[in-house]
T-cell receptor, first 114, second 112 residues
Framework: GAGVSQSPSNKVTEKGKDVELRCDPI?????LYWYRQSLGQGLEFLIY????????KSGLPSDRFSAERTGGSVSTLTIQRTQQEDSAVYLC???FGQGGTEAFFGQGTRLTVV | DAKTTQPPSMDCAEGRAANLPCNHS???????VYWYRQIHSQGPQYIIH???NNETNEMASLIITEDRKSSTLILPHATLRDTAVYYC?????????????FGKGTLLTVNP
């Protein structure tokens, strides 16, 4: 596709349920990043993929959060047993896996835990 | 942790140049300077990046000081649609981790 695609664009879930957020990166981009942004806050790094491996998952806030990437393309961020503090916009970005290249962001998934 | 310092907010008159400063005094020789912006409720938008030379594209110009400890993003003719939070980020040019670490950025308000 022309840009980074995220789905769903909006998700409302009940506290305690699991959710899966999907990211389709730009074709050919080997690096993929997940961020989250709580209301009125800055962007918080979650995890970085190079190909299918994640050399940096230092930003995952708890073991309820996990992410995987298959085929060097699509990535899924899973949040188990969601809590109200998980409510945020989850943003995905992709880039070529080398320095000096731009990373492009999707429009995000707005997650609301009620 | 973000390695850059930016003013929290700035104002600019429509049609005038907006000059957004960024301090990155601890930048390493293999780190690029990147600028992104985020318009309300949208994902961050890439603007420009550079290593040590000044750069210009259709959106903006990036001026990096000779010692690379600071830079300025210039929007030559600001419009109301340029109102956004602007982020200055340093990012490695080689290695195994190319993540972007965002700070608080500068809220640029373009006034009519």
């Amino acid at each position: 596709g022309a840009g980074v695609s995220q789905s769903p664009s909006n998700k409302v879930t009940e506290k305690g349920k699991d959710v899966e957020l999907r990211c389709d990166p730009i074709s050919g981009h080997t690096a993929l990043y997940w961020y989250r942004q709580s209301l009125g806050q800055g962007l918080e790094f979650l995890i970085y993929f190079q190909g299918n491996s994640a050399p940096d998952k230092s930003g995952l806030p708890s073991d309820r959060f996990s992410a995987e990437r298959t085929g060097g393309s699509v990535s899924t961020l899973t949040i188990q047993r969601t809590q109200q503090e998980d409510s945020a916009v989850y943003l995905c970005a992709s880039s070529f896996g080398q320095g000096g290249t731009e990373a492009f962001f999707g429009q995000g998934t707005r997650l609301t835990v009620v | 942790d973000a390695k850059t310092t930016q003013p929290p907010s700035m104002d600019c008159a429509e049609g005038r140049a907006a000059n957004l400063p960024c301090n990155h005094s601890t930048i390493s020789g293999n780190e690029y300077v990147y600028w992104y912006r985020q318009i309300h409720s949208q994902g961050p938008q890439y603007i420009i990046h550079g290593l040590k030379n000044n750069e210009t594209n259709e959106m903006a110009s990036l001026i990096i000081t000779e010692d690379r400890k600071s830079s300025t993003l210039i929007l030559p003719h600001a419009t109301l649609r340029d109102t956004a939070v602007y982020y200055c980020i340093v990012r490695v040019s080689s290695g195994s981790n190319y993540k972007l670490t965002f700070g608080k950025g500068t809220l640029l308000t373009v006034n009519p």
